[in-house]
């Protein structure tokens, strides 16, 4: 993501989201779309595997994104999920919520 082909002046979430959105050609979800990886998604992994083997991934690392794929593959694999599926997963686990039986107006 910072080699010689790189975009100027995008960083590497916004790198990761420029891919996402520019290979969306069929579904949101489908098998060609290229996850995102933001500080969001790189923190929620680091706290989730914190107690086991803590999986530390930077934004501007193409290395890194190639392991966040990796990842994602491994964790969907199972329940035939596609990247993105997973990954929409997370972000479904780090999005706020309000507190179990109080209503957001409380």
Known sequence: MRNEGRVKYLGG??????LA????????DGPEVAPILDK?????????TASDTRISLSTSSSSDYERYLQLLDAWG???????????????????????QG?????
Request: glycine fraction near 4%; aromatic fraction near 14%.
């Open 77 to 99: 694999a199972p329940f035939d999920r596609t990247r993105t599926q997973t990954e929409l997963a997370i972000f479904d686990l780090t999005r706020d919520r309000p507190a």
């Open 102 to 106: 109080k209503s957001r107006g409380a």
């Open 21 to 28: 959105f520019t290979s969306m050609v069929g579904r949101i």
């Open 40 to 48: 969001r998604v790189r923190d929620w992994i680091a706290n989730q």
């Open 13 to 18: 979430a916004y790198f990761t989201k420029w």
